[in-house]
Structures are given as C-alpha cells and as structure tokens.
T-cell receptor
Framework: DVKVTQSSRYLVKRTGEKVFLECVQDMDHENMFWYRQDPGLGLRLIYFSYDVKMKEKGDIPEGYSVSREKKERFSLILESASTNQTSMYLC??????????????FGAGSRLTVL | AQRVTQPEKLLSVFKGAPVELKCNYSYSGSPELFWYVQYSRQRLQLLLRHISRESIKGFTADLNKGETSFHLKKPFAQEEDSAMYYCAPFRDNYGQNFVFGPGTRLSVLP
C-alpha cells in the first residue's frame, strides 16, 4: 500500500526551540509537500519540493525551512518555534507526470504544540 | 493571486437529503480539479478527480467553466459522509499552485 509516513504524531516544544518534522514516502514520488492545517483556514502550503535538493516556497514559508537530501525524505524545520506555529502539519507526495500526476497522498499528520 | 472559496464552513443535512458542497476558484485557464475528504481520525484522501469523470461513494462534481465552479453533489446523503471536504483546483504542476480551499465540514444528521 502506498505510504507517506510522518515520524512524529504529537510534539510539544517550547518557544525558541528548533523543531524537525520528518516525512518519508515509499512510492518513488518526485513531488513532496508540507502543509499546515488550521480550523477555518484549511490547508496552507508551506513548501514544496519537486526533486532532490530542490524547493519552492508556498503561501506561508516564513519561519520555516525544508530539506530534501534524498528523494524519499522531506523535512520541515522550524528554526525557532513560536506559539503561532502550533498547528497540524501534513506531509504529502505526488508523481510529477503520468496519470497519477497531481494526486496527493497524505501522511497522518504531526500535531505540534508550542508552549 | 489565485483564490479558492468554499462558502460554507459547516453544512448540516438530514440523512437521505441531497447535498451540495460549493467550490469556486478565481483563476483562469484549465486547472485540474479535485475534491479531497478527511473523515474523523483518518488521513486526508482523494475523493474524486474531475478528469476521471467517476462517481465515488455516490458523489459527483460538476465543472462550470463559465462560473469557475466545481461543486460536489450527492443525491442522498448518508451518515458516513460526515467529514471535512476540501476543494483543490490545481492549475499547473508547480508547487505554488497546489492550493486547497478552506474546507466545508459536512454533518449528516440521522
């Protein structure tokens, strides 16, 4: 079965801490995404990667960075966590071409609380 | 800037009633159109894709290019349809265009 795995389901961090959220997919997908999901705001794209070491900013990249050193792994980094980054973070992946292009497969989510 | 709107944050219907979840998008061209669904305590998942022209779980979605709308419909709602629904018109294969609407929570009452 197709899988996107987010390593941490729940995290609690303090303001100012560095936070790493890891995402791994086993489908050989070219594209990977990080979204945050907030009630009333839906999903907002933070960053997108279309290839190893390649990244593009989404709608809300401020306060975040990403790393994609291997095709299957896409990490989201909060350099200095703040309380307004308390949210559910969703990782997704997709093919870049063919009939499966643009169909996103999502992970289970990582709920981050920043105190 | 592109915008995707889903005017209802919450939609409540009784079991067996028809349901329509609205989606409007503001950009021109021919986006590829999707609806995603998230059931309670489950992952966000694809519900249907316009180009497939399928009916999934009794849902269909009608594209109206003139109104730039892609409304999701089901003639007879079931309690198990209660979930969060997101419209996703993807314009091109570029990250900044993988934008979702704000979502509509559908509650089907017994």
């Amino acid at each position: 079965d197709v899988k996107v795995t987010q390593s941490s389901r729940y995290l609690v961090k303090r303001t100012g801490e560095k936070v790493f959220l890891e995402c791994v997919q086993d489908m050989d997908h070219e594209n990977m995404f990080w979204y945050r999901q907030d009630p009333g705001l839906g999903l907002r794209l933070i960053y997108f990667s279309y290839d190893v070491k390649m990244k593009e900013k989404g709608d809300i990249p401020e306060g975040y960075s990403v790393s994609r050193e291997k095709k299957e792994r896409f990490s989201l980094i909060l350099e200095s966590a703040s309380t307004n980054q308390t949210s559910m973070y969703l990782c997704a992946s997709s093919l870049s071409g063919g009939t499966g292009a643009n169909v996103l497969t999502f992970g289970a989510g990582s709920r981050l609380t920043v105190l | 800037a592109q915008r995707v709107t889903q005017p209802e944050k919450l939609l409540s219907v009784f079991k067996g009633a028809p349901v329509e979840l609205k989606c409007n998008y503001s950009y021109s061209g021919s986006p590829e159109l999707f609806w995603y669904v998230q059931y309670s305590r489950q992952r966000l998942q694809l519900l249907l894709r316009h180009i497939s022209r399928e009916s999934i779980k009794g849902f269909t979605a009608d594209l109206n290019k003139g109104e730039t709308s892609f409304h999701l419909k089901k003639p007879f709602a079931q309690e198990e349809d209660s979930a969060m629904y997101y419209c996703a018109p993807f314009r091109d294969n570029y990250g900044q265009n993988f934008v979702f609407g704000p979502g509509t929570r559908l509650s089907v009452l017994p």
